[in-house]
Structures are given as C-alpha cells and as structure tokens.
C-alpha cells in the first residue's frame, strides 16, 4: 500500500516540562510503552518558559507538528507556569491561523509524571493527526522556493 498518508512521516517537536511531561515520557520508556520516533522532546524547568517565537520558529525549520506539554492545571511547580503557557499556545495558535500553517497543528497538553500511559497515547495520537493533516505547508513553500532558485541559477 502506498498513499502519501503512509508515506509522511511527520517531524513533530514536543517541548516538556521536566516535572510532568519529560518525567512521563521516562516513566513510559520504563514501562516499555510503545510511542512514534517521530516525536522528538524538549525538555523545559517549566512550560511557563514558552515563547510564541520558539514556537514558530520550530515550523520554520521544518517541524510538521507542535507540541507543549506541563504539569496538571493547578500542579504547575511554579505556580502558574503551565496557565502562561496555555495562552501564549492560544496566541501562537491564532498566529498559525493567519499565516496559513493552521493552528491545529499546535496543541497544548497537560499531564502528570505518573501519566506514563497518557504520555504515549498523546504522542501517538497528535503524530497521527499530524499525519493526516500532511507536511506543514512552509516545507512546501520552501521547496519550491528552492527548485526556484536552483533553475534561476541554471539559466
Ligand atoms: Fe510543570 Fe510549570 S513546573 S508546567
């Protein structure tokens, strides 16, 4: 079977708090759990490090998915940390939007270190959106900026 959907393997970039998230994710690799390769972690001191401009920047250098993961509502180790985070993804999401990359391709989860399960099946499911959503539209744009560039280049 070859369609573009089993073909794509999408690039995805998760940035994880180190209390929740990065801590759930070992607790899955303890337990053997399986979860795509193609999530690639960040580990932060707190989601309520994230910054709108990182997160574009991460579709900019070619990432077909993003995602921030912190600690539960209300468990956030500085307080309110993960709150920051969720608006700042709400914002970078609306920016998305605009630009044409789609804000669905920026999640913001929220889980706990002992989530080692959840932690997978996040994984696995956002992959699998992204998957169906296709390559970010930027790659797109950018190859053929290339393939531009290399025939101006020729003539
Ligand atoms: Fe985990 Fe703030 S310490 S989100």
């Given at each position: 079977m070859s369609n573009s959907s089993t073909q794509f393997e999408p690039k995805i970039i998760a940035f994880c708090c180190y209390y929740c998230a990065y801590s759930a994710a070992d607790l899955a690799g303890s337990m053997r759990l399986q979860y795509p390769a193609n999530v690639r972690l960040i580990e932060m001191p707190?989601?309520?490090?994230?910054d709108v401009r990182v997160l574009l920047e991460a579709f900019e250098n070619g990432a077909d998915g993003v995602y921030v993961a912190g600690c539960l509502e209300g468990d956030c180790h500085f307080l309110k940390g993960n709150l920051r985070a969720k608006k700042r993804v709400q914002y970078a999401k609306k920016l998305l939007d605009e630009i044409g990359?789609?804000?669905?391709?920026l999640e913001m989860f929220n889980l706990a270190s002992s989530m080692g399960p959840r932690f997978a099946e996040i994984a696995r499911e956002f992959t699998e959106k992204i998957r169906q959503l296709g390559p970010n539209p930027l790659k797109k744009h950018n190859t053929c900026s290339q393939e531009e560039a290399k025939e101006k280049n020729v003539s």
């Open positions: 707190c989601t309520g490090k994230t990359i789609g804000g669905e391709r």
